[in-house]
């Protein structure tokens, strides 16, 4: 069973940037689509960015469009990027990487079937 690791987030003040890396422990099969969810407290868990093995696909949720990029590096390992630019308040979650299951080009949690432990992103005013 392949593991997920997350890492890169930490505490920021609005405006500015992190980067995550989620590293997994194999090779991700080539048709699983891999993404980035957030969970901020009291709140539901909710797909911020997915992408395609090679990049030809790729979701992002409404409120991180011209903020946020993903993007993936299969050369081993697979792992997988978020850029994260502009950060605001709102912005503040715990951050989730997953693989989704094979075929399914979505970002609803449910199609994403192995998650990473998450990184607590804090964005203050």
């Known amino acids: 069973q392949v593991q997920l690791v997350e890492s890169g987030g930490g505490s920021v003040q609005a405006g500015g940037s992190l980067k995550l890396t989620c590293s997994a422990s194999?090779?991700?099969?080539?048709?699983?689509?891999m993404g980035w969810f957030r969970q901020a407290p009291g709140k539901e868990r909710e797909g911020v960015a997915g992408?395609?093995?090679?990049?030809?696909?790729?979701?992002y949720t409404d409120s991180v469009k011209g903020r946020f990029t993903i993007s993936r590096d299969n050369s081993k390992n697979t792992v997988v990027y978020l850029q994260m630019d502009s950060l605001q308040p709102e912005d503040t979650a715990i951050y989730y990487c997953?693989?989704?299951?094979?075929?399914?080009?979505?970002?609803?949690?449910?199609?994403?079937?192995?998650w990473g432990q998450g990184t607590q992103v804090t964005v203050s005013s």
């Open positions: 997953a693989a989704g299951l094979p075929f399914r080009m979505t970002l609803a949690a449910s199609e994403y079937v192995t």
């Open positions: 992408i395609s093995r090679n990049g030809a696909y790729i979701e």
């Open positions: 194999a090779y991700i099969d080539t048709n699983r689509m």
